[in-house]
Each structure stands twice: as C-alpha cells, then as structure tokens.
C-alpha cells in the first residue's frame, strides 16, 4: 500500500500546525504556570487535593492544548509511518496501530482532565463544612479510566522502534528521521513538550516529498523491427 500524496500532505500540515500550537503554547505555559500547580498527568485525588479552583482555566487551558497537539500528530504519524507497510505489511499495519492508539490514548488522556477534573474539585471545594459529596468517594474508581488511557501511550514505544527500524531499512529521506521517533514516546509518556523535537521536522518532511519507496517500473523494451522479406 502505496501512501498517497493525500496523505503524506494532510500529515505534514497536521505535523506544522501541531509544532505552531506547541511553540505558542510553551512560553505561556512555562511563564504564566501558576506557582503550585500539580504537573500534568498528576491523578485525579492528588489534583483534588492541590488543585485551587481559581487555577481550573489554566488547567483547562493546557490540558486542552495539549491534547489538540496530540489529535493533529496522530494525522502525522499516519503519514509519516504508511511507507513502512511496502517495507513489511505485518510489522507496517502494527506501527501504525501501536502508534495511533499511543496518540489517542494520550489525547484522550489530557482531554480527561478538561472534563473530569474541574467537576471533582468544584465539588471539593464547594463543600466548606458540610459532609464531603458522595461523588468524591468514587474518584479513585474514576481514575482507573484514566489509568487505561495512559498505558495506551506506553504502545509510542513499540511504534518508535519499528518507525526506526523500518525507516533506516527504507533509506527515504535523512537517517536522523528515523531516531527522532522515539522523542514522541518520550512525549506521550512522559513529557508532552518533546512532541515539538519529531513534529518540528517531520511537518517540512512529509510537505517537501512522499517518503513512501516508489515502486519501480520496468524499462519499456524497444520495440522489435520487422525483418524486411
């Protein structure tokens, strides 16, 4: 399966609109954080426990643009990552399903704390003196839900050593494109802002060419001449 030129571009657009949002996005989060914000990805109690309601548009803020990154770079990895399924269909469909559920498990990770929780500590904090709401009580049951999400991005790791692999086999494009994979699990388990070192190249990359090995042709035969009677 040839990736298209569709493909390829929609991926590099998606990866350049993804490193925009990420190197707008980082100063605001790195010089406007408010001082004692529990990092990201911290678990919903530890969020109720130190997390101020004054600070919730700040947390929904970045959690918001966050996961947006990681919507836009599952389009890129579907780009950049097709071209393995010529160089090994099995190990290519594998990439690209480790790879895209790494990303929306991540997405969809940060997205939870968009939704989930401003509603746990609106009600933390809106108790004062009156008993805790029942709904409190099932917060660490609600987190498994959260816990799944993020043990999908540990699959960024599976995809990042066939994307390497497979894109050092291929010989397409710089050899350093294949290493940077594993910056985007980095990303998704750990530390988010690393998105910025894979999808900074790969958005141009992807623009400028179809990675995907050409298929080669073979070279039309001259025609024979007709032996004259």
């Known amino acids: 399966m040839a990736m298209g030129d569709g493909v390829s571009r929609w991926g590099g657009w998606c990866g350049v609109g993804a490193s925009l949002l990420l190197l707008v996005s980082l100063p605001v989060l790195v010089l406007l954080r408010p001082e004692g914000l529990p990092p990201i990805y911290t678990p919903l109690p530890e969020v109720v426990e130190g997390l101020h309601p004054r600070h919730l548009p700040f947390w929904i803020g970045e959690?918001?643009?966050l996961g947006a990154v990681f919507l836009l770079l599952t389009v890129?990895?579907?780009?950049?990552?097709?071209?393995l399924v010529e160089w090994n269909r099995p190990l290519g469909w594998?990439?690209?399903?480790?790879?895209s559920l790494a990303l929306m498990g991540a997405s969809l990770a940060l997205l939870w704390h968009v939704v989930v929780d401003p509603l746990f500590v609106l009600l933390a904090g809106g108790q004062g003196g009156a008993s805790p709401h029942p709904l409190l009580g099932v917060g660490a049951l609600v987190e498994r839900g959260?816990?799944?999400?993020?043990?999908?991005?540990?699959?960024s790791l599976v995809w990042a050593f066939l994307f390497t692999v497979g894109h050092l086999a291929l010989r397409r494009g710089p050899a350093w494109w294949g290493w940077l994979g594993w910056a985007l699990a980095a990303a998704v388990t750990v530390f988010p802002p690393a998105a910025l070192v894979w999808s900074l190249p790969t958005g141009p990359i992807l623009?400028?060419?179809?990675?995907?090995?050409?298929?080669?042709?073979?070279p039309r035969r001259p025609a024979r001449s007709r032996a004259r009677p």
């Open 63 to 65: 959690h918001l643009a």
């Open 76 to 83: 890129t990895l579907w780009g950049a990552t097709s071209p």
């Open 94 to 99: 594998i990439a690209l399903l480790t790879g």
């Open 146 to 155: 959260h816990t799944f999400l993020r043990l999908l991005g540990s699959l």
């Open 207 to 218: 623009l400028g060419k179809n990675p995907s090995p050409s298929t080669p042709t073979t």
